[in-house]
């Protein structure tokens, strides 16, 4: 059986590599949607999969006044968080959309 997997993981490979000559990446895109989240004692606008904080708030609102900067020039979200963590709303600044 080893000798089966190693073939399947051979394939897999050669496939990712083909994809990528053709300029086809497997790897999930990163957005620029940006998330108004509570933090220490105040509100914090965060890119959607960073760690770090883009800039600190000690008003929400303050907060999502430049997360929709943001939003509307990358053409993206903004997700509003509830100081508990849940989303509260979500505005979208998309191209698609008839913003």
């Given at each position: 059986?080893?000798?089966?997997?190693?073939?399947?993981?051979?394939?897999?490979?050669?496939?990712?590599?083909?994809?990528?000559?053709?300029?086809?990446?497997?790897?999930?895109?990163?957005?620029?949607?940006?998330?108004?989240?509570?933090?220490?004692?105040?509100?914090?606008?965060?890119?959607?999969?960073?760690?770090?904080?883009?800039?600190?708030?000690?008003?929400?609102?303050?907060?999502?006044?430049?997360?929709?900067?943001?939003?509307?020039r990358y053409?993206?979200?903004?997700?509003?968080?509830?100081?508990?963590?849940?989303?509260?709303?979500?505005?979208?600044?998309?191209?698609?959309?008839?913003?």
């Amino acid at each position: 059986m080893p000798k089966q997997n190693t073939l399947i993981d051979a394939i897999q490979n050669l496939i990712e590599a083909i994809f990528k000559a053709l300029g086809y990446s497997s790897a999930k895109k990163r957005t620029w949607h940006q998330h108004v989240v509570p933090y220490k004692d105040g509100w914090a606008v965060r890119r959607e999969g960073n760690k770090r904080i883009t800039s600190k708030h000690r008003k929400q609102s303050t907060a999502i006044r430049k997360a929709k900067a943001l939003a509307k020039r990358y053409k993206a979200d903004v997700i509003i968080h509830r100081e508990s963590g849940g989303i509260r709303d979500r505005i979208s600044y998309k191209s698609d959309s008839s913003n």
